[in-house]
């Protein structure tokens, strides 16, 4: 499947961004539409950084992992996950660029290493969803950095 990219723009420095995002700990406060009940393990930023998380859907019990494997400041970093009881991987990046005139862009791709037979089946519905989700979370990330 293709990957999905969002972006969004916010008034602050490059180097602020990246140290929240590089933080997996704080993708709890824009990703919780997406994921509940997170823990945290390893660093608590940077590369060996993990988290777990259940999927917020109504009676679910899936869990998703995330693990920080590349970061490198104050320009990109990237996480593997796995979910759907190991049936999807994928690899998250963000980039971060500046933009004139101040702030930093933040883009954010996801794409597939693996994905179940559902989501292969129709994948126009499948990165439709995922690129709505995904572009909520840029906007409920860009308000916790313009909130500071």
């Known amino acids: 499947m293709k990957p999905v990219t969002v972006s969004v723009n916010v008034d602050r420095p490059r180097e602020e961004v990246f140290d ?3 933080r997996l700990a704080n993708h709890e406060s824009f990703m919780d539409h997406m ?8 660093p608590a930023f940077g590369v060996g950084a993990k988290a777990r998380a259940r999927v917020a859907a109504p009676a ?10 590349e970061s490198e400041r104050p320009a990109r970093t ?4 796995v979910s759907a009881h190991g049936k999807r991987r994928t690899s998250g990046t963000y980039t971060l660029s500046e933009r ?4 930093t862009e933040i ?5 597939w290493e693996q994905a179940p037979r559902s989501e292969r089946a129709v994948p126009p519905l499948t990165r439709a969803f995922l690129k709505r989700a995904l572009g909520k979370a840029m ?7 313009e909130r500071g």
């Not at 994921?35 to 390893?42: A, E, H, K, Q, R």
């Not at 883009?107 to 794409?111: N, T, W, Y």
Request: hydrophobic content about 45%; aromatic content about 14%; charged content about 35%.
């Open 20 to 22: 929240f995002i590089d």
């Open 35 to 42: 994921f509940v009940d997170w823990s945290f393990s390893g």
């Open 60 to 69: 679910s019990r899936e869990m998703a992992e995330f693990e920080v494997v």
């Open 78 to 81: 990237v996480e593997k996950g």
């Open 100 to 103: 004139p005139g101040g702030g």
């Open 107 to 111: 883009e954010f791709e996801m794409a």
């Open 139 to 145: 906007k409920r990330l860009a308000k916790e950095l």
